[in-house]
């Protein structure tokens, strides 16, 4: 009898037969069983989210490499994507009376971590960021709340802490954040200004359990541990508490008995001092400029190379993105056309959509300056945490490119080129099984991992590499 042959030694085509038929969860499972199978199918990332203008509970994840769409969990009907990163979504919820719940969702397994109350008076939340790998038990996340204010919360915490106003300068507000890795969030602003918020470091902390005055007669409620139970009975996820506080407003019980069944806080918001702190919250955070000199106001005549300095103000959609250890700003013109007098003379005109790159040199004065390429990388900017590829041998990616999610009419998949300056649709062409059928809507960009260097290398040489097992190559490479 001929010897039986290794699973590593399917036909590449059969293989790619095959993969069509898998859902992501066991699409990603067939690319880390060997090498082969890793080369013969393209990586889901990245991928666009992508719901249905007629489902809109209802997502899937559009990739580029793949030509195909990878249908998702059901989220909650009336969730606001608010962040992504690493597989998981950052969920908004409005309950009746103007509050919002927040949870962390992973559309592939259907996991959910409900986060605490956010209390604050301003109840719009524009971007959230978190940790890698969220636990019920270990999570740590990070939003803009205000125009100038930062809020955080840890597990264990009750509620999220809110930190004082970050001191702008006049006219400026928060406009992106991005976690970067050991608990810090940089934090940009409409002009340009970068702040760095330094989270409590990481711990498991056990629930905090609250009791009701009433009696133990009462159910316990459990905060902290991010899905609300009670008492030994069955766990509360968001979808839950969504359908059980619309049956209360239905049927309008008192407000005792709604304190008996879940904590007040959640659904009475109340102004919390900034950075409360206790032994029950979160343990203290700090906000630093990131170009601290002698406590001045930042001005952008002496961070931004000419003729950048005035430009910064006309470009209102503003990221931060890591590309191979070093930091960017991604500017886009999201209003029309204008043409900009420069103090010195001259003129500057910035069309309608325009995305300018500027890299941040610290030994520079200024210390910010325009590029014409990422060293083949590409960046991903949007509502998802900033995440930058390397775009060598990655079916339907290009190299020193910028994806971004606009356009005209609604939000739509858009890479910019750097070498000639103009933006076009991402998403591949009718027929390639993404874009045909009801019109869609873009949520963000997402990511299984956010891995910085993507290579994914026909020959088995380097695949999906770490940044630090890149740049170690490289000096070997040049050694020899």
């Not at 969730?79 to 998981?88: E, K, L, P």
């Not at 802490?161 to 954040?177: C, E, H, T």
């Not at 990616?397 to 939000?411: E, P, Q």
Request: net charge positive; proline share 8%; hydrophobic share 40%.
């Amino acid at each position: 009898m001929p010897p039986f042959r290794r699973w590593a030694d399917l036909p590449a085509d059969l293989l790619c037969r095959i993969g069509d038929s898998l859902d992501l969860k066991c699409y990603a499972s067939a690319r880390g069983a060997c090498t082969a199978w890793r080369c013969a199918l393209s990586p889901p990332s990245p991928s666009l989210l992508v719901v249905l203008d007629d489902a809109r509970c209802r997502p899937s994840a559009a990739s580029l490499p793949t030509h195909r769409s990878f249908e998702l969990k059901n989220i909650l009907s009336g969730g606001r994507c608010v962040g992504s990163s690493n597989g998981w979504l950052a969920l908004s919820v409005c309950l009746f009376g103007g509050q919002s719940m927040f949870s962390l969702f992973n559309p592939i397994t259907a996991t959910e971590i409900l986060l605490p109350p956010l209390i604050y008076e301003s109840r719009w939340v524009s971007k959230l960021v978190f940790a890698p790998n969220p636990a019920r038990d270990d999570f740590a996340a990070a939003a803009i709340c205000d125009i100038d204010r930062l809020a955080y919360v840890t597990a264990g915490a009750r509620r999220w802490a809110i930190l004082d106003p970050v001191r702008l300068a006049s006219g400026d507000q928060l406009a992106d954040v991005v976690y970067h890795e050991k608990g810090r969030v940089y934090c940009l602003t409409r002009y340009g200004d970068v702040h760095v918020l330094r989270l409590p470091e990481r711990r498991r902390r056990k629930p905090i359990v609250v009791e009701d005055p009433a009696g133990p007669s009462e159910p316990v409620i459990t905060l902290g541990s991010p899905a609300l139970s009670l008492q030994g009975r069955r766990q509360r996820n968001l979808r839950m508490i969504c359908y059980e506080h619309r049956r209360w407003r239905e049927q309008q019980l008192p407000i005792a008995t709604m304190k008996a069944a879940f904590c007040p806080d959640v659904f009475m918001p109340r102004r919390v001092p900034p950075g409360s702190v206790g032994p029950d919250l979160n343990a203290p955070a700090t906000v630093e400029p990131m170009l601290a000199e002698g406590n001045l106001p930042f001005d952008p005549a002496t961070c931004f190379a000419a003729p950048y300095n005035t430009v910064s103000v006309f470009t209102s959609a503003k990221n931060l993105v890591f590309c191979d250890g070093n930091l960017y700003q991604i500017w886009r013109n999201a209003s029309c056309t204008v043409t900009l007098q420069l103090p010195g003379g001259g003129h500057r005109r910035v069309a309608e959509n325009e995305i300018l790159v500027l890299r941040y040199y610290p030994r520079r004065q200024p210390c910010w300056d325009a590029v014409t390429d990422l060293g083949g990388y590409s960046v991903f900017v949007g509502k998802n945490n900033a995440v930058s590829m390397y775009a060598e041998d990655v079916p339907g990616l290009k190299g020193n490119c910028v994806y971004w999610i606009g356009g005209r009419g609604r939000d739509q998949g858009m890479v910019f080129d750097m070498g000639t300056g103009r933006s076009t649709p991402c998403l591949p062409v009718a027929g390639a099984g993404v874009v045909p059928g009801p019109p869609q809507s873009t949520i963000c960009w997402y990511f299984l991992s956010d891995i910085v260097n993507n290579c994914n290398i026909s020959a088995g040489r380097r695949v999906y590499q770490t940044r630090a097992r890149v740049r170690a190559e490289r000096e070997q490479d040049l050694e020899e």
